[in-house]
């Protein structure tokens, strides 16, 4: 016979996304945030940048050479953690800090789960909490650029925190021009970015809208010094890293929920976690943590929210 009917296992679906397409992507939905640090707080955050970003990168390309493994440096993963963790401290912080988060980020945080798509935590968190615990003086202390320096300042979480009231409009929030980590006081800037990601298909609304939604109505509900209903909702979802956190880490495909429903789980719980932390913790800022606990869940989450097989019925116990 001429023609032969050739037979294959599935999966029969086939797309022109690869992982090394998409890795980059993200990387460039990230510039817009990186041209705003730099922009706000001058060469110290371009030099924060570069260092956490060739750390990543050269500690991938160590591990994978000492592992045995394929090296894959050039996939782009390497690169979005060192700027998710660039994106994520202070601009002060000295520049051999942020190499050893990168390094510790890379090593502990995703090569010793087995790289890329085995990791269970998000690697760039796992790198920004090791440096809290390790240097918290130089994680907690804040700057903005002024006549070529920075100066020391307060973020508007933290002001709040210590009962005061932020001297920063919701405009100042929006646009970015305040002490905090680089990458996270320019809402516009990751706006931008979030809408690349969604009109590229790779992130959904339902954990970003879930999470910020959440933070919201707790915020609202029990952040107002005038009683319940009274909190400043507005002010919690521009200030600090939610905006980074929502769009930019909680919706990882590695470590986030693979179901709709499991995603919108995974938010409120970010988002409940961020509040409390919050409002009642001894810490300003609560995204970080609150999206490495709920990383723990997720195998849970996607076992709870599994699709129904065909012909299944659903029981309730």
Same mark, same amino acid.
């Given at each position: #016979?001429? *023609?032969?009917? @050739? ?16 890795? $980059? ?13 730099? $922009? ?24 994978? *050479? @000492? ?28 520049? /051999? ?14 090569? @010793? ?32 650029? *002024? ?20 001297? @920063?409009?919701? *405009? ?26 969604? /009109? ?27 009683? $319940?209903f009274s909190g400043d909702w507005l002010f919690h979802i521009l200030s600090g890293g939610l905006m980074l956190g929502a769009w930019f880490m909680a919706t990882d495909m590695v470590t986030s929920p693979i179901t709709k429903k499991g995603q919108v789980a995974f938010g409120i719980g970010c988002g409940l976690i961020t509040s409390i932390l919050r ?14 606990? #709920? ?12 699709? !129904? !097989?065909?012909?299944?019925r659903r029981r309730w116990i």
């Amino acid at each position: #016979m001429s *023609k032969q009917l @050739v037979i294959t296992s599935s999966p029969h679906i086939r797309d022109k996304e690869t992982i090394s397409r998409i890795m $980059w992507w993200v990387v460039i939905s990230l510039i817009p945030a990186g041209i705003s640090a730099v $922009w706000v707080f001058g060469l110290p955050a371009l030099y924060l940048i570069v260092a956490c970003v060739v750390s990543a990168v050269l500690t991938e390309l160590a591990c994978q *050479k @000492v592992m045995g493994r394929p090296v894959r440096i050039g996939d782009g993963s390497a690169v979005i953690t060192g700027l998710l963790l660039a994106y994520n401290v202070s601009a002060g912080l000295p520049l /051999w800090m942020a190499v050893l988060g990168s390094v510790f980020a890379i090593a502990i945080g995703k090569q @010793v789960f087995g790289g890329l798509g085995r990791n269970i935590f998000n690697p760039a968190l796992v790198g920004r909490a090791f440096l809290m615990a390790s240097f918290p003086a130089y994680m907690t202390r804040f700057y903005v650029w *002024k006549d070529g320096a920075l100066v020391s300042q307060a973020t508007p979480l933290t002001v709040v925190k210590m009962g005061g009231v932020p001297a @920063v409009t919701y *405009k100042t929030l929006f646009l970015g021009n305040y002490a905090g980590c680089i990458g996270e006081t320019s809402v516009l800037a990751l706006l931008i970015g979030a809408l690349i990601l969604l /009109w590229r298909g790779y992130i959904s609304l339902h954990t970003p809208l879930s999470y910020i939604g959440t933070v919201a109505l707790m915020t609202w509900i029990f952040g107002g010094k005038a009683g $319940w209903f009274s909190g400043d909702w507005l002010f919690h979802i521009l200030s600090g890293g939610l905006m980074l956190g929502a769009w930019f880490m909680a919706t990882d495909m590695v470590t986030s929920p693979i179901t709709k429903k499991g995603q919108v789980a995974f938010g409120i719980g970010c988002g409940l976690i961020t509040s409390i932390l919050r409002l009642w913790g001894g810490l300003p800022e609560g995204v970080s943590y609150s999206i490495l606990i #709920m990383n723990a869940f997720v195998p849970y989450l996607d076992n709870l929210f599994r699709p !129904r !097989r065909l012909g299944e019925r659903r029981r309730w116990i």
